[in-house]
């Protein structure tokens, strides 16, 4: 699969990546950040996830703009505040009680601290640890351990793709409540084609490994 | 295409994820948006370690917020420095420390605590301190007046090097020639001729200009020595005198001459005395000996005891504390040596070792002098110097072995030269005895015989009442530390040292531990490891940067200003006096043949023209009038003898300063220099001995220096400056061929970075394999992309510095932050524990020193009275013998003056760091609550304190604290600032304000006592000194005080 250092580079970039949504998902970005990430990074995350040039545009909102929509649709809003009342990213929550759970036992693996100490306006206060940003997070370290690796009762490969299953699931679930015409709705869209094409990356990286240990023991 | 292509998504995917990840690296650095929440707990790890975002470089260097020199770690973020914590290679900051080959990558993700003091971390705001020099400043108006205009740089090279009438507009000053450089170079001529024709000894012209600084290290220490010996200068002199002289010379005169410090192997000693060394708050270096101390008594293998006035930190874990009486530490010293001789509890079989050879053979690592044989005969000439061979009889004048020393033999009770007897006698006439012995017709003694008549000269009682400490506790500690074997030791610093007796006090201390023979053994006093060798010195080294292309002087370098490192009677003065038949005593200043960076002689130097007028005086990174010495600033009353020196344009007629800002002592001067701050700038700091192991800090800029560019486009500094006056000058050894090894030396760098390739390519550091210690040599090449981006960033500029070859091994040195011996290369191994260690005093081949007889015939130069050769105690004295108690009574001034250290401030320059300043920005006079009540003082209540030199005293609020002994008033170190980024000034006619909050108490160093012996008729003087080592006296003072109405402080507030 390549050499080790250029496979450690890659699994970095990609990593680096998932840490970007778990931001993009936590809170706004700043904006001359949000500047940046729309006329740098965007263009090759769409070549990333092969999309034809006219999809998966980002709006060219300026920021505050951005940060109304994320109070709006995303934040997990303080009790008898906002409007959905309850917020869409805990929709995981729907039929799979069992994922908070696992995720809880996953971050104390990791020595993630999944609850933030105190709740900022405009950013994200996650209460459980199935929560997006959280998810995104996991992932990203997930990523650079060996997939065969034991992490606790599973193996790290287990672990990546259950959190996968959820974050994919939320996604879907985003991009049916969020209007197609914000900012979100865009960046979920090309977070889910990412994810996508992530996983299947990490899985073929995961049989490649499985199949030089394989050649070693013969 | 689809984007259900595998191999083609995968292979876009790839493309886009790696340029998606290229383009966020430029971003990363603005990321504090990303949840904090994914800190991993419990350890810094990866990823979320701001070492590891991309955009953040992270460079090794050295601190100097203090002179523990610990190793650095500065995160740095589109060239502004952000943070700063400890480098994990450093031996300082971490324990063990990384190994030496772990690539940087790596040492990017460790997981142990590599940690940085307060001061340290606190240092990035001396960098950005906002009232920062930043160009060259010349004074407007007459000096101190506080009024500057920015020159350029050229202009500022062109004054001081062609002189001229440079303050013409300042009133008195109009018709004022002002030499420069030039006018003592004389065109290369300057160090061939005589500053006083009659004394051609004393050294050439160019000695007229002297270079002083307060804190310049190694590496760069290094570089303003060159500049002063290219010009033809002796005078290029640290500030040892005020910092601790004494210690150093009572050490380096009971060893070699040269070593100035051991410590104790706190990880293997069961039992410690710490006299006056204020563990947990100070010394070397702070944090290190404070976690070894910390660890070895929290797990029970260490037990200490404190003998200090004021109560340091450590005191919570010590065994003991002995509440000194102020310069009685000798009391307590002399009585246990005499206790511990009196009951033989001294290790016999290595004090009657008398050579190197003979410990060999008995298996010990060091010998000592107590055996050899003294002339005690008042009508010899060689009264009080070794016995010869050939004074003995043992063998004729003219032979090789003439001057070796006598012994008289155990095995056959006669006479015999040191280096063939196994075993010397201690006591030849008698367990106890001092009576003589007869050899060849002269009466002698054993150098242990001196030492015990002298600790029997006073009674254990009277021991007690010189120390204020009951009798029982001079028997109980020398009883418990002559009970662990060579685990024992005794160690000090500043606290015994700097008083009158200093150097006699700490020879008593050293004499402790010879007596139980714990040098060089683990668990006692140690060496520590030996330092890289910048300098080039070994066979092989890339650049011997000692020695440069370029004529000699005909002259002898001659004598310093301050007189320090002379010996008077070896002069042409002396002998004139002795021709002439007159009594060489008094000289006009004294002279001091052990001590060096004398402060107070650079200032009565100048003062008193002594031994010739000063033309240049040039000052480093040092803080006189607020600092030291004691007595003679410390206050703004411009009636201290510093102040009155420094303001007469006759006896300094030109006054340089290099400075970071304008302090209370740069104000003052004609020129000031922009100078780099310690992040900005180089160094080579080799360890201190209380790691055992090879240590070399590098100090690298770490950020480009803030200072502006010269014409050539370097940064403004001190060593820019020097440069550029050396070339304007044509001096050897800088500019065109300025290295034996050919290139040129136009750039600081030029020099530095051939430092760090001496180091890259020393071969004598060890590394344990297996039972062995084995020379590694140089170090590899550079191989992974961060070491070789160390280099890259200096090659890019300075690439004729150093050969290709010399670049991939300086860099792997650059890349660490310096080189550094393995954990477990301190100890020589094949023992279960560790024994011996593996640099040891003893592979010098040369004596510990129960007596130095190189005392016994150099003179107080003001009394004529001798030195006396061992250990000894006596009173704080005047220069001229006066004891004090006869001179400042009891009754009219009740309490000693003491000072110490808190680990928050250190020195002058950590008052520009506003966190530490927030953390304590007041310093109180503090005293025993037992006094206050007597006095009916209460916490918070202001006091005048005033001493028999300074009536008019200085006021401070008071603070009660029970671990000040009864009798002495202290006060902490760092505080009584009225200059440093305080005050006003102008600039081109502006007017800057400072920050009013920084003027805050306590400075009492204006109190501190002037020596009336040391005094002219017009009243200018200087602090008490001990004659022996010539170090400051800043615990003897003798002050009164009483309540004043409070005043109020309006101190930094959080």
Known sequence: MGNSAENSELTASVADVLWLFAALFDGPPPAPLWVALRETVWPHLRQAVDAPSTAL?????????????????????????????????????????????????????????????????????????????????????????????????????????????????????????????????AITRIALAYGVEAAAWQEMGDMDEMDEMGSHSE | MSWNDTEVSRRMFVVGSVGAASALATLWGSWPWLPGMFHRRGTYVYPMRTELWKGVDVRYSVCRQCRSDCGLEARVYNGVLMKLDGNPYHPNTTEPQLPYATSVEESLKVAAPHSLCARGQAGRQTVYDRYRVFFPLKRVGPRGAGQWQTIGWEQLIREVTEGGMLFKNAPGEENRYVEGFADLWRQGNGPNTPVDPKHSDLGPVTNQFVLFWGRSEPGQATFLTRFATAFGSINALPHVGICELNHHVATMQSLDGKIAMLKPDVANAEYVIWFGANIYNANFPMQTLARKVAEASADGSLQFVLVDPNTPNSAGRAQRHVKIQPGGDAGLIMGMIRRIIEQHRYRTTFLSVPSYEAAQKAGELDYTNASWLVIHDSKNPDEGQFLTAAAAGLVPVADPAAADPVVIDAGSGKPMRATQSVVGQLWPTGNLSNRPVTVNGIACQTAFQVLYEEAASHSYAEYA?????????????????????????????????????????????????????????????????KAADFMGAYPGAPYDLGKWPGPKGSLPAGVPISREKSFYEKTSLYQEAVTAGKDPFPTKRPWYPFGY?????????????????????????????????????????ESLPWFRMIKDVQKVPLYIVSDILISESSRYADYIVPDTTYLETWGMLPGFPTTPTGTIGVRQPVIEPLTAKTPSGAAMSVEQFLIDVARALGLPGFGQNAFQEGGSLTRREDYYLKMVANI?????????????????????????????????????????????????????????????????????????????????????????????ATFAKTHNTLTGERFTPVAHWEPIRLFDGTPLATVDDPRKYPFLLSTYKQPIHSKARTWADKWLVELMPVGYLEMNPLDAQRLGLRDGDWVRVWSATYPKGVKGPLRTMPGVRPGVVSFPQSYGHWHYDAGQWTINGNTYQGDPHLVTPVRLNACMRLDPSLTDAEGWGTCMIDPVGGGADYYSTRVQLEKIPAESVHALQV
């Open chain 2, 465 to 529: 009442q010189i120390a204020g400490i009951p009798e029982s506790t001079i028997h109980e500690l020398a009883t418990e530390f002559t009970s662990h074997g060579r685990k024992a030791v005794a160690d000090f610093y500043r606290g015994p040292a700097m008083h009158t007796n200093g150097v006699y006090t700490g020879r008593g201390i050293l004499t402790l531990n010879f007596l139980i023979g714990n040098i060089d053994w683990a668990g006692g006093y140690i060496t520590g490891g």
């Open chain 1, 57 to 185: 545009e980002l709006p060219a909102w300026d920021a505050d703009r951005l940060g109304v929509e994320y109070d709006q649709w995303l934040a997990i809003p303080v009790a008898g505040q906002g409007a959905l009342g309850y917020p869409p990213e805990r929709v995981v929550e729907q039929g799979n009680e069992d994922s908070v759970e696992a995720m809880a036992r996953l971050a104390d693996l990791l020595g993630v601290e999944w609850e933030k100490p105190s709740f900022r306006p405009g950013s994200a206060f996650p209460v459980r640890p199935d929560h997006l940003t959280v998810l995104w997070g996991l992932w990203a370290i997930l990523l650079t351990m060996p997939g065969t690796d034991q992490l606790g009762e599973r193996r790290v490969e287990d672990w990546s793709q259950t959190v996968w299953s959820l974050i994919h699931a939320t996604l879907t679930r985003l991009q049916e409540i969020l209007p197609a015409e914000t900012a979100y709705a």
């Open chain 2, 760 to 852: 890259a390519y020393y071969p004598d550091y060890h590394a344990k394999r297996g039972s062995q210690l084995v020379k590694i040599g140089p170090v590899p090449d550079a191989a992974t992309p961060l070491e070789r981006n160390a280099a890259e960033r200096w090659q890019s500029q300075y690439g004729s510095a150093l050969s290709p070859d010399q670049w991939r091994k300086a860099a792997y040195v650059l890349a660490r932050g310096g080189r550094f011996e393995d954990y477990d290369a301190g100890y020589v191994p094949g023992a279960l524990v560790p024994t011996q260690m593996t640099y040891q005093y003893g592979q010098a081949k040369l004596p510990c020193q129960i007596y130095n």
């Open chain 2, 597 to 637: 960076g004398i402060w107070h002689e650079i200032f009565a130097g100048t003062w008193n023209q002594y031994p010739y007028p000063v033309k240049i005086l040039l000052q480093h990174e040092a803080n006189p009038a607020w600092s030291a010495p004691p007595g003679m600033s410390g206050a703004p009353d």
